[in-house]
């Protein structure tokens, strides 16, 4: 089967070059969630090619970037102006006549998943499937409209979500995060499947880093407060364990204060934004990551952090909240904050970082198998080549 993944997946060469000129440049997350989901519908025998939004702004009067191919995808990027009002009707323009080229011909062989928060490019994707009869999955990692912006850029945001509302319930086929997202989004009742994340099957395990003795706690991903930073933060030095650090890695509203927090306490430490194998190999050396995502923000029903996927796959115990997203097939894999408040989460971590050295490891190691056997990129994409003989 030949599938066009449209995304802006890029590949690992033009997100370096995107870091070499924004060194704020952070989007590891979907990014690796896309490349080892296509890299696993190779693995299965498809064709795939990534056809990609991604750019470089300030670069002359549009981006171009050659066509690509890496680990079996082959990456094509849809040339466009840096002016955002002529990029978005040129990507409706563009991705129809190209989808619409595309269904001509052995549409049966033939499928489009396409990333549902990626706006202009759905809206032209959307009319030229319906108009051939193609399979269009829509992958819908988060809810539109309630993501977290930054304020700049808050209010046009608001509008493709608006826009998002209109097309969501049209793809043929879908792929949820969470239960409550298949809930809200498909009101046809098309077929569909639940895939919290994934990781790399072909991931070679290795024995955790030691860290000279320390008892290192590691988050890793948005520093905003509400995702419960300041819990964290305030519940770790709360806890006041001997030996005990706290590593951050990311960047967010709450990085501002992080300083603050540094002076402090100097077991307080903040790395920023950091490549991805920096921080994976960090997560290896840490004894315990934590996840203090609060559950009552509405958010937290429609998507699964992907950063659970990868702190389970890195060998290292888990604490995480008892997110709604989260199935309970989860929770004997990980430590559990029952109470989400600086009191309970500083007497959690007392508790597990009193535990034996040996009986942490157990717990990440648990963990690191359940999600290799479970969640790998490869059974995960054989699902969705299932999902898509669906009617």
């Not at 870091?19 to 990014?31: E, N, V």
């Not at 759905?122 to 809810?143: E, I, N, Q, Y």
């Not at 960047?251 to 194998?277: C, M, Q, T, W």
Request: charged share 25%; net charge positive; aromatic share 10%.
């Amino acid at each position: 089967m030949h599938i066009l993944y449209l995304s802006a997946l890029a590949s690992q060469a033009a997100i370096e070059e995107a870091r070499s000129r924004d060194r704020s440049f952070s989007s590891y997350a979907i990014q690796k969630f896309s490349r080892l989901l296509t890299e696993g519908l190779t693995v299965n025998g498809c064709k795939i090619t990534a056809l990609s939004t991604f750019y470089l702004p300030k670069v002359g009067l549009g981006y171009r970037r050659k066509t690509e191919i890496c680990n079996g995808v082959k990456y094509n990027y849809i040339s466009s102006p840096n002016f955002h009002p002529l990029r978005y009707i040129w990507l409706i323009i563009y991705c129809f006549f190209r989808i619409l080229i595309f269904g001509l011909f052995n549409r049966k062989e033939k499928a489009v998943i396409c990333d549902v928060l990626n706006v202009s490019a759905c809206v032209g994707t959307l009319a030229a499937a319906h108009l051939v009869g193609l399979s269009c999955v829509g992958l819908v990692t988060d809810m539109p409209g309630l993501l977290v912006y930054n304020k700049k850029g808050s209010e046009k945001m608001s509008l493709a979500a608006q826009v998002n509302r209109l097309y969501l319930s049209k793809f043929s086929h879908y792929i949820f995060m969470t239960e409550q997202a298949n809930k809200v989004i498909n009101t046809n009742q098309r077929p569909y499947i639940i895939m919290e994340g994934l990781v790399d099957g072909r991931l070679l395990v290795k024995d955790n880093f030691e860290t000279d003795g320390k008892r290192v706690v590691l988050y890793a991903g948005g520093l905003m407060e509400r995702y419960g930073l300041k819990m964290l933060v305030e519940g770790f030095m709360k806890a006041d364990v001997a030996g005990s650090e706290l590593w951050l890695y990311g960047s967010g509203n709450f990085a501002e204060v992080l300083p603050y927090y540094e002076r402090k306490d100097p077991r307080i430490h903040y790395f920023g934004i950091r490549p991805n194998e920096d921080v994976v190999e960090a997560e290896q050396k840490a004894v315990l990551l934590v996840n203090p995502r609060p559950t009552h923000e509405e958010f937290t029903k429609y998507s699964f952090p992907s950063k659970n996927m990868e702190y389970m796959v890195s060998g290292t115990a888990v604490l995480t909240t008892k997110l709604p997203g989260m199935p309970v097939d989860y929770y004997p894999h990980v430590y559990l904050l029952n109470e989400e408040n600086t009191e309970a989460f500083a007497a959690t971590i007392r508790k597990i970082l009193d535990l034996p050295m040996e009986e942490l490891r157990r717990k990440g190691r648990d963990a690191q198998q359940w999600v290799l056997e479970n969640k790998n990129n490869i059974i995960q994409s054989r699902r969705i080549l299932e999902l898509l003989l669906m009617k």
